[in-house]
């Protein structure tokens, strides 16, 4: 008999257990899930497998496949418990500018709570209700504002690709410093440095030395370089808003429905 193809996490009924006298303890979603995000966040993704889930559980791995049955389906749930530390008012304010920064700000402090997020929330096509919940609140945030649902999508899409992008760079120097003990300024300084300065004086790339000696950004603090960054998307959106020729306030242009979930 062929296997049965896999359904959504989301349509299969929760698996309830009591305890009682002789019998195993009964788990939940949330307590596996709970379980795994933690190891994720202190030891990175790859070890939160079911069998170490199982270890901290004091459990065997097996009994968990009856709460989760798949590890795309843990990956799923993973990433839905971090979407639901994301704090927004039910509804968009009307100032699509303002709500869709308090969405960014919020995406990139969850990304940084859980290094692992953001990498696994655009490898993958999912859509838990926590990370359906997000992506209603950006949709809303131009409900307003009198474009079509593909013009509304697909600057949702383009504010994704910047908000993904941005964290994943901060992540990985977050990584790297902690992988050779230097911070982010010391390794610009005492690693990259002396090779940066002897490019600059050879005179080879002049557009690149300028960059690095004429720039008032190189220095900003990460958390001021992605609201910069945001700040010239959202002045984008806004142009490319159609009949707005360039006013920075209205906003949109093109995305996927899945952006909140896939590629970013």
């Given at each position: 008999m062929a296997d049965e193809e896999p359904t959504s996490i989301w349509m299969q009924p929760e698996r309830h257990e009591r305890s009682g006298p002789g019998r195993r303890p009964g788990y939940s979603r949330d307590q596996i899930t709970r379980t795994a995000v933690r190891i994720a966040d202190a030891e990175g993704v790859e070890a939160a497998t079911m069998r170490r889930i199982a270890c901290e559980l004091g459990t065997g791995a097996m009994s968990l496949y009856r709460y989760v049955p798949r590890r795309d389906d843990l990956f799923d749930l993973m990433i839905d418990l971090a979407m639901s530390e994301i704090e927004l008012p039910d509804r968009p304010s009307g100032d699509w500018r303002s709500a869709l920064?308090?969405?960014?700000?919020?995406?990139?402090?969850?990304?940084?709570?859980h290094p692992w997020?953001?990498?696994?929330?655009?490898?993958?096509?999912?859509?838990?209700?926590?990370?359906?919940?997000?992506?209603?609140?950006?949709?809303?945030?131009?409900?307003?504002?009198?474009?079509?649902?593909?013009?509304?999508?697909?600057?949702?899409?383009?504010?994704?690709?910047?908000?993904?992008?941005?964290?994943?760079?901060?992540?990985?120097?977050?990584?790297?410093?902690?992988?050779?003990?230097?911070?982010?300024?010391?390794?610009?300084r005492d690693y990259m440095g002396p090779y940066v300065r002897q490019v600059v004086e050879s005179g080879a790339f002049p557009l690149f030395s300028q960059s690095v000696l004429?720039?008032?950004?190189?220095?900003?603090?990460?958390?001021?370089?992605?609201q910069q960054g945001l700040e010239r998307i959202l002045d984008a959106i806004a142009a490319l808003r159609p009949g707005t020729h360039g006013d920075p306030n209205p906003a949109s242009n093109p995305i996927r429905p899945w952006d909140f979930g896939g590629e970013g």
């Open positions: 920064t308090l969405l960014a700000r919020q995406i990139r402090a969850a990304g940084l709570r997020l953001i990498a696994l929330l655009t490898s993958r096509p999912t859509l838990g209700p926590n990370l359906l919940r997000v992506h209603e609140f950006a949709l809303g945030a131009f409900e307003r504002t009198g474009l079509d649902i593909d013009d509304i999508t697909g600057f949702v899409g383009m504010l994704n690709d910047y908000i993904h992008s941005a964290i994943r760079r901060e992540i990985g120097w977050l990584e790297e410093a902690r992988r050779t003990g230097l911070d982010p300024e010391r390794w610009k004429d720039s008032r950004t190189a220095h900003l603090a990460p958390g001021e370089r992605f």
